[in-house]
């Protein structure tokens, strides 16, 4: 199993539009290519499917970048516009696809938000060649793979809940838990995410946020899971990878756009 991470900023990336005038941020050194954060997506691929979490208005760029040449089929973990608003550009996949719809997988809400942003796109084939066609799927509590399974659950996020997503590989035995976008992470996600081999968290910022973990509560929650290795992602500019990546304890560090981790 692999997970390449595409994007690891928060919803205005990093750094954000006039920096320079925002008063106390951190110093972040942008000489630092992992201060550069687009918004937070990833791919994973387990055994030979590959699995393309969230598009973020970069997708594109992050295909391009990271060479992302394949997706099987579409997760997303809820309908904010930094997680929905690349699916145009699921377009490529579709043509590479011969025009088969590109099955999309999220929670009831999250499809309504598809429906409502790409009414065009919803069909069992594109409209005319190089258009994107979307066939929405609730997704189960489990998803089979030929090679592993899709296990979920729903973490609080202020108005909305977003899906929790643990990866099982058959061959490799291995775990991956991808937590994004959540206030919470309480006893049944925990215990749900327990025996991973990588833990993927949202970790904001070092201050509170209603609908986001901070680093220090995303530590406890790491800890508290005990993954083999977790990173962090969806950070604000108020994180330096280097200066707050030396404070984290053993066995957890700040992800990175093009990150690629083989479990
Ligand atoms: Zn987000
Ligand atoms: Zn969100």
Same mark, same amino acid.
């Given at each position: 199993?692999?997970?390449?991470?595409?994007?690891?900023?928060?919803?205005?990336?990093?750094?954000?539009?006039?920096?320079?005038?925002?008063? =106390?941020? !951190? /110093?972040?050194? %942008? +000489?630092?290519?992992?201060?550069? &954060?687009?918004?937070?997506?990833?791919?994973? @691929?387990?055994?030979?499917?590959?699995?393309?979490?969230?598009?973020?208005?970069?997708?594109?760029?992050?295909?391009?970048?990271?060479?992302?040449?394949?997706?099987?089929?579409?997760?997303?973990?809820? =309908?904010? !516009? /930094?997680?929905? %608003? +690349?699916?145009?550009?699921?377009? &490529?996949?579709?043509?590479?696809?011969?025009? @088969?719809?590109?099955?999309?997988?999220?929670?009831?809400?999250?499809?309504?938000?598809?429906?409502?942003?790409?009414?065009?796109?919803?069909?069992?084939?594109?409209?005319?060649?190089?258009?994107?066609?979307?066939?929405?799927?609730?997704?189960?509590?489990?998803?089979?793979?030929?090679?592993?399974?899709?296990?979920?659950?729903?973490?609080?996020?202020?108005?909305?809940?977003?899906?929790?997503?643990?990866?099982?590989?058959?061959?490799?035995?291995?775990?991956?838990?991808?937590?994004?976008?959540?206030?919470?992470?309480?006893?049944?996600?925990?215990?749900?995410?327990?025996?991973?081999?990588?833990?993927?968290?949202?970790?904001?910022?070092?201050?509170?946020?209603?609908?986001?973990?901070?680093?220090?509560?995303?530590?406890?929650?790491?800890?508290?899971?005990?993954?083999?290795?977790?990173?962090?992602?969806?950070?604000?500019?108020?994180?330096?990878?280097?200066?707050?990546?030396?404070?984290?304890?053993?066995?957890?560090?700040?992800?990175?756009?093009?990150?690629?981790?083989?479990?």
């Amino acid at each position: 199993m692999d997970i390449i991470f595409l994007g690891t900023g928060t919803s205005q990336g990093v750094p954000m539009i006039a920096q320079s005038a925002h008063v =106390g941020g !951190a /110093d972040l050194d %942008l +000489g630092n290519p992992k201060n550069w &954060r687009t918004r937070t997506s990833a791919h994973v @691929i387990v055994g030979k499917t590959h699995i393309q979490i969230d598009a973020a208005q970069e997708f594109r760029l992050q295909c391009l970048h990271n060479q992302i040449e394949q997706i099987d089929l579409f997760i997303l973990t809820h =309908g904010h !516009a /930094d997680h929905i %608003l +690349g699916m145009d550009d699921l377009r &490529r996949f579709c043509d590479l696809r011969d025009g @088969i719809a590109l099955p999309v997988y999220s929670t009831r809400e999250g499809l309504e938000r598809v429906r409502e942003i790409y009414p065009y796109a919803i069909r069992s084939k594109p409209e005319f060649a190089g258009y994107p066609a979307f066939s929405l799927r609730e997704i189960p509590e489990s998803l089979a793979l030929p090679d592993g399974t899709i296990r979920h659950t729903l973490l609080p996020h202020g108005r909305t809940s977003v899906l929790g997503l643990i990866f099982e590989e058959h061959s490799s035995g291995r775990k991956l838990a991808y937590y994004t976008d959540c206030a919470r992470v309480d006893s049944a996600q925990r215990e749900l995410a327990r025996g991973a081999d990588v833990l993927v968290l949202d970790a904001l910022r070092p201050t509170p946020h209603p609908t986001h973990l901070s680093v220090s509560e995303a530590v406890e929650v790491a800890r508290d899971i005990g993954a083999g290795q977790t990173w962090f992602t969806h950070m604000t500019f108020m994180i330096d990878a280097q200066s707050h990546g030396r404070e984290l304890p053993p066995g957890m560090d700040f992800a990175w756009d093009g990150l690629q981790i083989h479990l």
